[in-house]
């Protein structure tokens, strides 16, 4: 015998945490257009000085996109 169709409800959010969840999601993707344009800027460097400062900048871009990477992946963990 066939089971029954089940309902499902789409799931109640905490309009704080959807929020906040949104804001992560723009953070995330700023900074992965400031990167794009860190690597384009280090592509296009010869000055030996110019290139360091983009490898720091990549590297700490790289720092802060992974940290709101974390913070999205626990918001959704939590939820």
Same mark, same amino acid.
């Given at each position: 015998?066939?089971?029954?169709?089940?309902?499902?409800?789409?799931?109640? &959010?905490?309009? +704080?945490? /959807?929020?906040?969840?949104? /804001? !992560?999601?723009?953070?995330?993707?700023?900074?992965?257009? !400031? *990167?794009?344009?860190?690597?384009?800027?280090? #592509?296009? +460097?010869?000055?030996?000085?110019? *290139?360091?400062?983009?490898?720091?900048? *990549? #590297?700490? !871009?790289? +720092?802060?996109? #992974?940290?709101? !990477?974390?913070?999205?992946?626990?918001?959704?963990?939590? &939820?």
């Amino acid at each position: 015998m066939p089971e029954p169709a089940r309902m499902f409800l789409p799931r109640r &959010t905490n309009p +704080a945490r /959807e929020a906040e969840r949104r /804001e !992560l999601m723009a953070s995330l993707s700023h900074t992965r257009t !400031l *990167i794009n344009q860190a690597y384009g800027g280090f #592509n296009q +460097a010869s000055d030996s000085d110019l *290139i360091e400062s983009y490898v720091f900048e *990549i #590297n700490s !871009l790289q +720092a802060r996109y #992974n940290y709101l !990477l974390r913070r999205v992946k626990e918001l959704e963990a939590s &939820t």
